[in-house]
């Protein structure tokens, strides 16, 4: 069984510097439903990943981000994608936990309470910490989305890669590269900002 884990703010919202403190704030980049509607509809298993350390600084609480989650979920939801669990790192960086990304905490989690298979399993994100946790979880392929980090951190990303990265302009076009590596998609799904490199 395996799964595409997606990073949250920055890849399927709006990145807000301060944070995304409450449903008000919460924005959907565009195309981010579709791409995960696309996905959804070809079976595959949507795992949300996402660090939250506003929650371990004082600057919401745990129980805001889970009615934002919640809502994010209803909406998917409503536009046809199943988005099988949310898995939050509430902590903050100096707390040294295993589940904020770079580490790979979360996704290992996923695996334990999900039957996933991370070595067959494709991960989305914005930043060079989401591309490190797939690395570390031993994800087939990286995806970094180049909305949110994604474009001030390609070149890096280009290479740290010790896996096979793919960078694409939005979540959208990862759905649509996801498919095409699988052979479930016949014409090219990008333009000329795509790129694969295998590290």
Not at 152 to 175: G, H, K, Y
Request: charged share 25%; aromatic share 6%; net charge negative.
């Amino acid at each position: 069984m395996r799964a595409i884990f997606v990073d949250r703010d920055g890849v399927i919202n709006e990145l807000r510097e301060q944070y995304v403190k409450d449903w008000s704030e919460f924005s959907f980049i565009d195309g981010a439903l579709d791409g995960l509607r696309i996905l959804s509809e070809h079976s595959y298993r949507l795992v949300i990943v996402t660090n939250q350390s506003a929650i371990g600084r004082g600057i919401v609480s745990r129980g805001i981000v889970d009615d934002i989650n919640t809502r994010l979920r209803r909406e998917a939801l409503a536009r046809g994608v199943a988005i099988e669990a949310i898995l939050t790192c509430p902590h903050a960086p100096e707390d040294g936990c295993f589940c904020r990304k770079p580490q790979p905490g979360l996704l290992q989690t996923a695996s334990r309470q999900l039957g996933i298979d991370l070595a067959a399993s494709y991960s989305v994100g914005d930043s060079l910490t989401d591309l490190m946790a797939a690395e570390s979880a031993g994800c087939a392929a990286f995806f970094l989305t180049l909305t949110g980090n994604g474009r001030a951190v390609a070149d890096e990303a280009r290479e740290l890669a010790r896996r096979d990265l793919i960078v694409i302009p939005d979540l959208l076009r990862a759905a649509e590269a996801i498919l095409q590596r699988d052979g479930l998609l016949n014409e090219h799904p990008g333009d000329n900002t795509t790129s694969s490199q295998r590290g």
